[in-house]
């Protein structure tokens, strides 16, 4: 297959790249190659004719995307919809990365696709927005993940939950990370190798949950991280309410998928996948055994 990565350079697109070149014809576009929320910028994509664009890029600063609604929309939505577009007019498929702040986090189990939607910030508005304008090319796959990490890191973040963890307990720096907010950690070339199951095997057009299986809290996942790695830091639970954030997140936003088993696909546990990442990262070796 042809297959054009917007924001290969990403957490996620990285490792798209790197799982996806060895059997199929990639291109990767950045930022400075397209612009998705400017149509005729995309145009661009015409050109190449592929059979599949793969759309990850997004503004995610979850209370940044409060005080710019219009970016945030610009880029979740409305490159959504240049990417749905382009896609129908040159008969490609559209897969667009979505995440887990679609749901509101009320209801204490993990969500399936066949779940509402009702997201209760910018962020989660705009993502559902560009899973609708996707939708209009009847080719599309929409992959939902959540609390992603990746050996690229996050961009738009500077890196990712792991190292941030693992940069303040080699400063010595006191930690705190709340313990009321529930979600799936998922590792991004866990993602890709999925996503090209995915493709490969021609699941039907839909939407799909592709996280690592199982869940906890932000403060279980960093002592998951501080276990795994034998650092001993000063960690205490907080409660979401003490950190004053401008955006209201889901407090259960865990995400687990009914439709790919039926296919033969199924997710490792999250916690195996975090001891993988650390292993590629270098902060352990592979030898040593995860408990």
């Known amino acids: 297959m042809k297959i054009t990565i917007i924001g290969s350079t990403g957490q996620l697109g990285t490792d ?37 664009i793969i759309n990850t890029a997004a503004f995610h600063k979850t209370d940044q995307c409060e005080e710019e609604p219009i970016k945030t929309f610009s880029v979740n939505a409305i490159g959504a919809r240049n990417m749905a577009k382009i896609s129908k007019e040159i008969g490609a498929t559209t897969i667009f990365i979505s995440t887990d702040y679609v749901f509101d986090g009320s209801k204490k189990e993990p969500y399936t696709e066949d779940d509402n939607t009702t997201p209760i910030n910018t962020y ?76 490969e095997l021609k699941l039907p057009f839909g939407t799909y949950h592709a996280t690592n299986q199982g869940y906890c809290t932000w403060f279980q996942f960093a002592k998951e991280i501080f276990k795994i790695t034998g650092i001993s830091p000063t960690i205490k639970p907080t409660k979401t309410h003490q950190l004053k954030m401008k955006a209201r997140r889901p407090r259960f936003s865990a995400l687990k998928s009914i439709k790919m088993p039926k296919y033969g696909i199924q997710m490792r546990e999250w916690k195996e996948a975090l001891h993988d990442y650390l292993v590629e990262k270098g902060h352990i070796h592979a030898k040593q055994p995860r408990e």
């Open 16 to 52: 798209l790249m790197n799982v996806l070149k060895h059997k199929h014809e990639v291109l990767g576009l950045t930022h400075q190659d397209v612009e998705v929320t400017d149509y005729s910028s995309c145009r661009i994509l015409k050109e190449h004719n592929s059979d599949v």
């Open 124 to 199: 989660g508005i705009s993502k559902l927005a560009g899973e609708l304008y996707t939708k209009q090319n009847p080719k599309h796959y929409i992959i939902r993940l959540a609390s992603l990490f990746g050996v690229a890191g996050a961009s738009g973040k500077g890196g990712n939950f792991v190292e941030t963890m693992i940069t303040k307990a080699k400063k010595n720096e006191s930690i705190r990370v709340v313990d009321d907010m529930w979600m799936s950690p998922t590792y991004t070339k866990d993602v890709a190798t999925t996503t090209k199951e995915i493709m």
